[in-house]
């Protein structure tokens, strides 16, 4: 069966894993759950990258017109590029709400960078990528504008094929790489790195040269791609991506734009890194789940689905799907849950207006049921719930969470396994 619409969203928008991971430190072994993954504003990956050496336009951030104007000024720069910084992508093409068309702007003149930044500030950006009302800008990056005479791609990744980080470039750079993947396979280098080792000139030339840099351009290029392997180690990133990597008529190489993705794991050693991490656009109901060790993923349908596991949440909205159902979003309670956080996980649900009934979906191994079923008895009497509750469970312990359900007394529909679950939440909807 296809994936359904649904389950691509909850697959495009799981930024967590499910199961837990082990970090080594100092010979000691730590046990830690997953979190959110980290976001950073352009400006703070560029700041990372300036700190490790990495070649960058020159830039200063503003949080008000007047600091933008006075910025523009000390750049000195034949033209300057004002960018508005929101977690989203698209700001080329988007629409603020004062007026003014598009979050990317370029000019020569730094009064017209005050002027500019007066209506980008305090005002909401709206993006293929944002809310319908946007999200408010509350600082801009007033940057150098350099000319790119060539554009390249570069990236180093954590890849299980390689168990381990590798260098991935191509000399197509400055648009999508899956679609240069696709078309032109050719034109994509990969070079795996020893982790105890580290980047060899050879590597790092090699990969340049790959690149399309030529002359004294290459040596330069290696020694950039040296320094953001350095990064890549220095801040536990599991991806630096590049794009575009690009060359300048005067000759530098210039990391033009990047995105750095982190090892959440690793929040424990790096703590200024997630210090900057910035809250104030993350979903509120993501951030009230994350309290409780909860992952959570808002959809557009009315049926919540509360599960353990990624996988089996991608399973159980495809099967509503299947029933003509629409998913209202999942909710993953993971491996070592507390029947406290079965209580929150029904209160973020309840509180949906969208939700118009609950399938739980338990696959209990790690997860005990009964601990389940004391949770979903407890949230259903205190919160008083009053839209349909459809329970399947499975695994250990099973038997005495069926029991505890039965005998509850509360108006829970049972099912026999995902598919008469998903068919009778569908069809509770419809009565």
Not at 386 to 391: F, G, N
Not at 395 to 409: M, P, Q
């Amino acid at each position: 069966m296809a994936a359904s619409m649904a389950s691509q969203a909850v697959a495009k928008g799981l930024r967590i894993a499910t199961s837990k991971h082990i970090l080594l430190d100092k010979a000691k072994c730590t046990w830690l759950s997953p979190r959110r993954w980290l976001n950073l504003q352009e400006y703070q990956s560029k700041k990372l990258m300036q700190e490790s050496g990495v070649a960058v336009q020159r830039f200063y951030v503003a949080n008000t017109a007047s600091e933008a104007l006075e910025a523009a000024k000390r750049l000195n720069a034949k033209e300057i590029v004002l960018k508005a910084q929101i977690l989203a992508g698209g700001r080329g093409k988007g629409v603020f709400d004062s007026g003014l068309k598009g979050g990317v702007h370029l000019t020569k003149d730094p009064a017209v960078v005050g002027e500019l930044a007066n209506k980008m500030l305090g005002f909401n950006l709206t993006t293929k990528q944002t809310p319908k009302e946007g999200v408010k800008v509350k600082t801009v990056m007033v940057a150098e504008a350099l000319d790119i005479t060539r554009e390249t791609y570069f990236a180093i990744l954590m890849d299980r094929s390689f168990n381990g980080p590798v260098m991935v470039g191509s000399p197509q750079g400055g648009m999508d790489i899956e679609e240069v993947a696709a078309n032109t396979p050719e034109l994509i280098f990969k070079e795996a790195i020893d982790i105890f080792e580290g980047v060899r000139d050879d590597q790092a030339l090699r990969m340049a040269a790959n690149l399309g840099f030529k002359g004294a351009l290459q040596r330069q290029a290696a020694d950039q791609i040296k320094r953001l392997y350095d990064l890549f180690l220095k801040v536990d990133a599991t991806q630096v991506e590049v794009n575009p990597l690009g060359e300048t008529p005067e000759g530098q190489v210039v990391c033009f734009d990047a995105k750095i993705n982190f090892d959440d794991n690793a929040e424990f050693r790096q703590k200024n890194v997630f210090a900057m991490d910035d809250m104030t656009e993350a979903d509120p109901t993501e951030m009230a789940a994350a309290k409780w060790d909860l992952k959570y993923i808002g959809l557009d349908g009315n049926i919540a689905c509360f599960v353990n596991g990624a996988g089996l949440a991608m399973a159980t909205c495809d099967i509503i799907d299947l029933h003509g159902g629409k998913p209202a979003n999942f909710l993953d309670l993971g491996g070592g849950v507390k029947e406290k956080q079965v209580y929150e996980a029904f209160k973020l649900l309840t509180a949906d207006p969208k939700v118009e009934a609950i399938l739980v979906n338990i696959f209990g191994g790690i997860v005990n049921c009964a601990i389940i079923a004391n949770g979903i008895t407890k949230a259903c009497r205190e919160l008083e719930l009053k839209v349909p509750l459809v329970v399947r469970l499975e695994g250990t312990n099973v038997h005495e969470a069926k029991r505890i359900l039965t005998e509850s007394g509360l108006p829970i529909l049972a099912a026999d396994d995902l598919d008469d679950a998903a068919k009778k939440a569908v069809a509770a909807i419809k009565k």
